[in-house]
């Protein structure tokens, strides 16, 4: 495969994906869960077999019916609600344990938005950072022009998951900023494994043009990227299937980094720097 000669094609697909995340991002935003939000969290047990639609019955004489009710279990259900007072807390426990039968409050949990904002803000401080720190490393260890292109197929994959997750509207929670910073270190492994093969090679084929010595060094580190990838995502799927409701936000967020971050070390980092050093390597005309 060529996949220099065809970058132009790779850049246009993640663009497009891009411009259609950004656009959800500015219309619909992220549905951001009480950790981030502010509200209360309830998991409960049900005696008797009871719906989701039962539930929010009850939840809408209280004002909620637009809340989040996940079945987790038989009869087990997680409930998110906007922010309430204590005595609205007690007087929803009442009326759901009145209205359909004894239950067992598994946990109640409740985050102010003060939290909430904290929260966001030490996320967004964390990523920024990690990205800042990644550059250092790759300038020291490569040059700036590598650094500039691994930075920005970091950044393309995180905004491929967040479109993912505007697109889905699936409820955020703290663990997403865990795996939104393991994905950021998996693909920037990713991809300095095929920019060492890239300047180890240009050392050996000093005479061959970069064109065709940047498309060998892809395809040599091909079959450890799709290897890697592939065992990663198996063991996430798997997690998906059978994790649980508390891993799933963290699984669904590192399965589509890790597609994301595989696409972006083999079909952008390594473009995009050959189109750096190609455009910074062409005589500059002369006006006379």
Same mark, same amino acid.
């Given at each position: %495969? ?40 309830? %998991? ?24 989040? !009710? ?44 003060? !939290?909430?904002? #904290? ?31 691994? !930075? ?47 300047? #180890? ?37 798997? $997690? ?13 967020? %590192? ?16 473009? $995009? ?16």
């Amino acid at each position: %495969m060529d996949f220099i000669g065809k970058r132009t094609i790779w850049f246009a697909i993640s663009l497009a994906i891009i411009i259609a995340g950004i656009i959800s991002l500015a219309l619909q935003g992220l549905n951001m869960g009480i950790d981030f939000a502010g509200g209360n969290k309830y %998991m409960l047990k049900f005696d008797e077999d009871v719906t989701s639609a039962q539930i929010r019955v009850v939840l809408a004489d209280f004002g909620l019916g637009k809340s989040s !009710i996940q079945e987790s279990g038989k009869s087990t259900f997680i409930i998110r609600t906007k922010l309430l007072s204590e005595k609205e807390n007690t007087e929803l426990l009442k009326a759901l344990q009145k209205k359909l039968g004894k239950m067992d409050v598994l946990s109640n949990e409740k985050v102010g938005p003060v !939290i909430g904002k #904290e929260l966001r803000t030490k996320a967004f401080w964390a990523l920024l950072i990690a990205s800042i720190l990644i550059v250092i490393y790759i300038t020291v260890r490569f040059q700036f022009s590598f650094a500039i292109a691994a !930075i920005i197929a970091l950044i393309h994959d995180v905004l491929v998951t967040l479109s993912f997750f505007s697109f889905t509207q699936v409820e955020l929670n703290t663990s997403f900023v865990a795996a939104m910073l393991t994905i950021i270190g998996y693909s920037i492994n990713d991809t300095i494994v095929v920019f060492d093969r890239i300047r #180890e090679n240009i050392g050996f084929r000093k005479k061959e043009p970069l064109f065709e010595t940047v498309n060998k060094s892809i395809r040599q580190t091909l079959t450890r990227s799709i290897n890697t990838s592939l065992t990663s995502i198996m063991a996430l799927i798997a $997690l998906l299937l059978f994790g649980g409701e508390t891993i799933k936000v963290f699984a669904l967020a %590192m399965l589509i980094g890790f597609i994301s971050g595989t696409y972006s070390s083999i079909f952008i980092a390594s473009p $995009l720097w050959f189109e750096f050093k190609n455009r910074l390597s062409k005589p500059k005309r002369v006006h006379i």
